[in-house]
């Protein structure tokens, strides 16, 4: 029987909630800067690779170790 890693679910969804907030906070900022457009490319590649390794991390510890 495989035993869930919870640690790592919780961790991967506290990173997903932590990224969708940094995309909506630097939404607000954004407009302020000297190049919005460029801000907003990066933010968006930033959210994307951490919810693609929070996605990844909930998969593996759902998935659990052999215990």
């Known amino acids: 029987?495989?035993?869930k890693n919870w640690r790592l679910v919780i961790?991967?969804?506290f990173f997903?909630?932590?990224a969708f907030g940094f995309f909506f906070v630097m939404q607000t900022i954004a407009p302020n800067s000297?190049?919005?457009v460029m801000a907003m490319q990066i933010t968006g590649r930033v959210t994307g690779i951490v919810t693609g390794v929070?996605?990844?991390m909930i998969l593996i510890g759902l998935v659990g170790k052999k215990g």
Do not use: L
């Open 1 to 3: 029987m495989r035993q």
């Open 34 to 36: 000297t190049d919005p």
């Open 11 to 13: 961790a991967g969804c």
């Open 16 to 18: 997903i909630a932590t």
């Open 54 to 56: 929070s996605v990844v």
